[in-house]
């Protein structure tokens, strides 16, 4: 059964070898990982593990963990913000050995808990326009684009979304999808519900 950690210096091993499968220059999202991060040493590895621990009040990482194994990252962005805007709210990766085994709906799901406790009524994920894993994932937790013809695929997600892995149901808890553009963003009770 998989676990979302804060990320930690006793994975290092593992982590590598999730890097690794990357390939090198790949970007790797939910993980936090800038150019100027250097992961290869143990004292490289400790200062961006540092980081991210100096950044958990703006955004909340964790990684997909299964019997000591990184199988993926998932980032919540806390604010709204021109990185935001640019990245979402929500970034998530899930190395190629594990992929399409609904680790990331499954990541996903916890990360809108998060959302909620924090407040957040809505989330933005985006995706590349080609990343049809990814939208497909989002798009199951309701994601609904607002900006179709750019390169990167823009989906809002209500946090009150719930998903099933049981029965891949979809269920609206107490909100209901509102406006049409990036300035008119809004949520509401469903009438008579």
């Known amino acids: 059964m998989p676990d979302l950690i804060a990320p930690t210096i006793r994975l290092r091993s593992a982590w590598l070898d999730a890097h690794a499968e990357w390939g090198p220059g790949r970007h790797e999202d939910g993980f936090g990982l800038a150019p100027t991060d250097e992961v290869d040493s143990p004292t490289g590895f400790a200062a961006w593990i540092a980081r991210l621990a100096d950044e958990s009040e ?9 019997d000591d194994q990184v199988l993926g990252g998932i980032a919540l962005r806390h604010e709204f913000n ?23 709906a499954w990541a996903l799901d916890r990360m809108l808990d998060e959302a909620r406790v924090l407040g957040m009524d809505q989330v933005l994920a985006v995706c590349a326009s ?20 750019i390169p990167n695929t823009a989906l809002y997600v209500a946090t009150g979304l719930r998903f099933s892995s049981r029965t891949r149901d979809f269920t609206v808890r107490s909100s209901r999808w509102l406006g049409t553009s990036l300035g ?10």
């Open 82 to 104: 021109d990185h935001v805007q640019w990245a979402g709210h929500i970034g998530f990766g899930i190395r190629p050995s594990a992929r399409r085994r609904g680790l990331a």
């Open 184 to 193: 008119r963003v809004g949520w509401a009770s469903p009438a008579g519900r």
């Open 130 to 149: 080609n990343n049809i894993g990814s939208a497909r994932t989002i798009e199951r937790f309701g994601g609904i684009s607002r900006r179709p013809g």
């Open 58 to 66: 703006q955004i909340t990482r964790r990684w997909i963990v299964e």
